[in-house]
């Protein structure tokens, strides 16, 4: 059976889309359409413009304008953010670089089931905090082999202290029989 991934914000740099050159079939979440564009288009891999939270609906996303960043820091095309959380956004890179547009917002549990899936052997989620957000929310009907998640950006949050989300995501993980380790600002999970 074919391998497959799912990527939630991809922007268009350091992509699982050497997975799809390889074989596997995917699913690419990226709510920056001019980011999403950009990625090279492969048959077996679905490209979702939208944004994944803990609800389905329409939300504000405030990001870095691919088009207006200076090569220096090119590393800010993949900033950006539908809850508000402001870490990047400094005064010294809001003049003209920053933007907000209104997106489609879907739960994962939404995204696996519009798009018929019913196996992940790999998943990442990079979207600047938010991840724990998605994790806490998340069925777990479908247990993905291995998880990548980016956890640099976990900030306390109103209910929770930064330690108590990094306790709750483990705890929601080895309770799915996941193995839970850290690299630098990455969280693995493996089943």
């Not at 209104?102 to 998943?123: G, P």
């Amino acid at each position: 059976m074919n391998k497959f991934f799912i990527e939630i914000g991809s922007s268009d740099f350091d992509t699982l889309l050497p997975l799809a050159e390889n074989g596997w079939s995917g699913v690419i979440v990226e709510p920056v359409k001019e980011l999403l564009d950009n990625l090279d288009v492969h048959d077996n891999v679905i490209y979702e413009s939208c944004a994944i939270s803990d609800v389905d609906g329409i939300s504000t996303i405030k990001f870095c304008d691919p088009l207006r960043i200076p090569d220096t820091q090119s590393w800010m095309r993949g900033l950006g953010n539908i809850t508000g959380w402001n870490h990047f956004w400094k005064d010294s890179w809001a003049s003209g670089i920053m933007m907000e547009r209104d997106v489609t917002v879907m739960r994962l549990d939404t995204l696996i089931t519009k798009h018929n899936i019913s196996k992940i052997d790999y998943m990442k989620i990079d979207i600047e905090g938010s991840e724990w957000i998605i994790l806490k929310d998340y069925s777990w009907s479908i247990k993905p082999t291995m998880l990548k998640v980016e956890t640099e950006h976990w900030k306390p949050q109103e209910e929770l202290a930064k330690e108590e989300i990094f306790s709750v995501i483990e705890r929601i993980l080895t309770y799915n029989d996941y193995i839970v380790y850290y690299e630098k600002s990455d969280l693995y999970a493996i089943r």
